[in-house]
């Protein structure tokens, strides 16, 4: 979702001593034309122009902005077009100008968890479990995304993007190995298809939901509050069975694998248990 936060609006320098006036005249007399940009309205700069006494000196609708004034970058700020669109980070931490890399410094700090919380999480999912590593990396995610929405300036905000980058893209993996382990050979080509299936899904539904939830912030909140909805797997979710046996948790992984059998409406032979065991043995 950080692609839609990050949207560029038309913007230019913000004047306070011509707020009272209407948005048009306030840009025809303090911004100067931008020649390199198709003649439009510049972007980051003014005239330096004490506007307080040429309004004493000539009524504002006499005035005409002189080509000749000094222009200088922008100084107060910036107003932002509004219309298209209402909401995004580089209005609210004024991300343009000299400061429009920095969208794509916050998409980088994204990407820049990645690597590493594939190799932390990948550690904690053999130490400890694919399940116990699927839910921390949840929180994690879940974590990085609200508190971002709540960052009063940029830099805040990027570090806690780093920390949602973390998950990615781990937070996907655990579970496509979990749901692998879960099921026979027959079936894994099945799951695979079913699984990037369904995360194609996911991406069409957040184009619809960002057209509807136009405020980065509350976008930030609605695409990671259902997130908390995969808790409930916590009573439900086994343990992979493969990762048990390789810690050489046999009973466990037994008690697992007879439940998976009975949802099946099929039974657990013996011989199957004594097979397991005896690899178990082999391969330690």
């Given at each position: 979702?950080?692609?839609?936060?990050?949207?560029?609006?038309d913007?230019w320098?913000?004047?306070?001593?011509?707020?009272?006036?209407?948005?048009?005249?306030?840009?025809?007399?303090?911004?100067?034309?931008?020649?390199?940009?198709?003649?439009?309205?510049?972007?980051?700069?003014?005239?330096?122009?004490?506007?307080t006494?040429?309004?004493?000196?000539?009524?504002?609708?006499?005035?005409?902005?002189?080509?000749?004034?000094?222009?200088?970058?922008?100084?107060?700020?910036?107003?932002?077009?509004?219309?298209?669109?209402?909401?995004?980070?580089?209005?609210d931490?004024e991300?343009?100008?000299?400061?429009?890399?920095?969208?794509?410094?916050?998409l980088?700090?994204?990407?820049?968890?990645?690597?590493?919380?594939v190799?932390?999480?990948?550690?904690?999912?053999?130490?400890?479990g694919?399940?116990?590593?699927?839910?921390?990396?949840?929180?994690?995610?879940?974590?990085?995304?609200l508190?971002?929405a709540f960052?009063?300036?940029?830099?805040?905000?990027?570090?806690?993007?780093?920390?949602?980058?973390?998950?990615?893209?781990?937070?996907?993996?655990?579970?496509?190995i979990?749901?692998?382990?879960?099921?026979?050979?027959?079936?894994?080509?099945?799951?695979?298809?079913?699984?990037?299936?369904?995360?194609?899904?996911?991406l069409?539904?957040?184009?619809?939901?960002?057209?509807l939830?136009?405020?980065?912030?509350?976008?930030?909140?609605?695409?990671?509050?259902?997130f908390?909805?995969?808790?409930?797997?916590?009573?439900?979710?086994?343990?992979?069975?493969?990762?048990l046996?390789?810690?050489?948790?046999?009973e466990?992984?037994?008690?697992?694998l007879?439940?998976?059998?009975?949802?099946?409406?099929?039974?657990?032979?013996?011989s199957?248990?004594l097979?397991?065991?005896?690899?178990?043995?082999?391969?330690?």
């Amino acid at each position: 979702n950080q692609l839609f936060m990050a949207d560029v609006p038309d913007h230019w320098c913000l004047e306070p001593e011509l707020m009272e006036y209407p948005r048009e005249r306030r840009k025809q007399l303090a911004i100067p034309y931008d020649e390199t940009d198709n003649g439009t309205y510049s972007k980051c700069s003014r005239y330096d122009v004490n506007w307080t006494q040429l309004l004493l000196e000539q009524d504002v609708d006499d005035l005409t902005p002189n080509t000749n004034w000094s222009v200088t970058p922008c100084l107060y700020g910036w107003e932002f077009d509004t219309s298209l669109v209402s909401s995004s980070i580089v209005i609210d931490y004024e991300l343009v100008c000299q400061r429009d890399i920095y969208p794509t410094i916050g998409l980088a700090a994204l990407n820049a968890g990645g690597p590493i919380g594939v190799y932390m999480f990948g550690i904690l999912n053999d130490r400890y479990g694919r399940r116990l590593s699927f839910f921390l990396c949840l929180a994690t995610l879940i974590f990085g995304n609200l508190t971002s929405a709540f960052m009063p300036n940029f830099w805040l905000w990027a570090a806690c993007r780093v920390i949602a980058g973390l998950t990615i893209p781990a937070i996907y993996q655990i579970p496509f190995i979990i749901s692998l382990e879960l099921v026979g050979p027959n079936y894994r080509s099945f799951v695979t298809v079913m699984t990037c299936l369904f995360y194609t899904l996911g991406l069409v539904l957040l184009a619809g939901i960002t057209y509807l939830v136009r405020d980065w912030v509350h976008l930030s909140i609605v695409t990671s509050l259902p997130f908390l909805l995969y808790y409930i797997y916590w009573w439900f979710l086994p343990e992979s069975p493969r990762w048990l046996l390789a810690k050489g948790r046999l009973e466990e992984a037994s008690k697992i694998l007879e439940t998976l059998a009975s949802v099946n409406e099929k039974e657990l032979p013996d011989s199957f248990k004594l097979r397991l065991k005896q690899r178990m043995m082999l391969q330690r």
